[in-house]
């Protein structure tokens, strides 16, 4: 059966195609394009936009779970929530406050849950750490400390290869290059991030042969300090603003808490739109952890904070991050869906499948309205979140 929504506008890449329309088949995009030029059978399953904006599924590469799970927790409840805030594909991010027992059982109910239900959304597995410099959040649960040891992180390896796309590593970190050498080894597809680190921009430099493609939650990846009193030094978030092969992450909250607005623009004119990836670095709010005032840290309706009260990732969805991108730049609906669903996708190289709207691209569909509140969410050219239908 061929399916179609009609009465829409289209957001593509480098553009909008106002009164448009799009079928597909199978899961799989056919045609798109203006409603006078595409082919639509009488007998078409037909969807009315009611003039809202059609576009290609959200692409999450860094989330921890949430609202009120981890995902190696319950990755099926995690799945439900963000499928229904457009998020068709999602990595899994495992902390490196997890034991190896905890990573080897989380990884198992991921991929279990990835073959049914909203777990399909499921893309794989974000692997922030084990090996970062702790200067992140919840440092007294951090592990993986002191020397990096084979045989201590050979069974993880071993069971991840494949499954887990991105690792993230302080590159300034001794042995660390061992590491990423075993990691390439057991998987060469894996891509590493600049995590959690205080090394110098040489560092990073020094190890991007191994994979290095990516900077984790851009201005929180820890600060290199400068030769001498009054100097400036430069770190992950330098080379990374250099480098322009990097892509960046940005965590877009309501108030410009993680990343001030003036500097999210400076951010996208320095890398460009194509090379800005917004995530949610959502986590579980379980414990229900207040922000700590007294040493200045500002409050977010949308911001998680750790046991001490620090900053300690979100509870952001990539529909309002979207929505928070435009508010504080001025930059569009296509900027921000390019940087939520066409930059991810390239990261992990799987925009040949999704990430924007193309034929012969998976039905990963969302229906939005211009400030980003989600009406309906088509997973593999399955309706998995109802809105109006003709």
């Known amino acids: 059966m061929i399916n179609a929504i009609v009465n829409t506008n289209l957001i593509l ?16 995009i056919l045609s798109l394009g203006r409603a006078s030029e595409v082919n639509i059978p009488r007998d078409a399953e037909i969807i009315d936009a009611g003039g809202k904006y059609t576009a290609p599924g959200l692409v999450d ?28 594909t999602v990595l899994p991010t495992f902390y490196c406050d997890m034991t190896e027992e905890k990573l080897l059982l989380g990884l198992e109910r991921v991929k279990a849950a990835s073959h049914r239900g909203a777990g399909r959304i499921i893309g794989g597995i974000y692997m922030e750490g084990p090996y970062m410099n702790g200067v992140g959040s919840n440092q007294k649960n951090i592990l993986w400390g002191g020397e990096i040891d084979p045989g201590e992180y050979g069974r993880v390896v071993a069971a991840m290869a494949g499954y887990a796309k991105i690792w993230a590593i302080d590159p300034g970190r001794p042995g660390i290059e061992v590491f990423m050498a075993d990691v390439k080894a057991a998987d060469p597809d894996a891509i590493f991030t600049m995590g959690h680190s205080q090394s110098a921009a040489s560092a990073a430099r020094r190890v991007k042969k191994y994979g290095l493609k990516l900077q984790t939650h851009h201005g929180d990846s820890g600060k290199c300090p400068g030769r001498a009193q009054g100097t400036i030094g430069a770190g992950c978030d330098e080379y990374a603003l250099l480098d322009p092969d990097i892509y960046t992450e940005l965590i877009c909250d309501e108030n410009g808490i993680h990343v001030d607005a003036d500097m999210m623009k400076m951010l996208i004119r320095t890398k460009g739109i194509e090379r800005v990836v917004l995530i949610t670095d959502h986590m579980a709010d379980k ?10 840290i500002l409050y977010g309706p949308d911001l998680n904070y750790d046991y001490e009260g620090h900053l300690a990732g979100s509870h952001l969805t990539l529909d309002n991050a979207c929505r928070n991108l435009m508010a504080h730049t001025g930059y569009g609906l296509c900027h921000a869906v390019r940087m939520a669903s066409l930059n991810p996708a390239r990261v992990l190289g799987i925009d040949g499948e999704v990430g924007s709207l193309e034929p012969g691209k ?3 569909l969302i229906i939005t309205d211009d400030r980003f509140n989600i009406d309906t969410v088509i997973l593999n050219g399955d309706v998995a979140v109802s809105g109006r239908k003709a």
């Open 61 to 88: 590469i860094h989330n921890h779970g949430g609202p009120d799970w981890l995902f190696w927790e319950e990755p099926e409840k995690c799945c439900e929530f963000f499928l229904a805030h457009g998020q068709t």
């Open 287 to 296: 414990n229900h952890y207040t922000n700590n005032e007294a040493e200045g």
């Open 13 to 28: 890449e480098e553009g909008i195609v106002f009164d448009g329309a799009i079928t597909w088949e199978n899961g799989r």
């Open 362 to 364: 998976k039905a990963d």
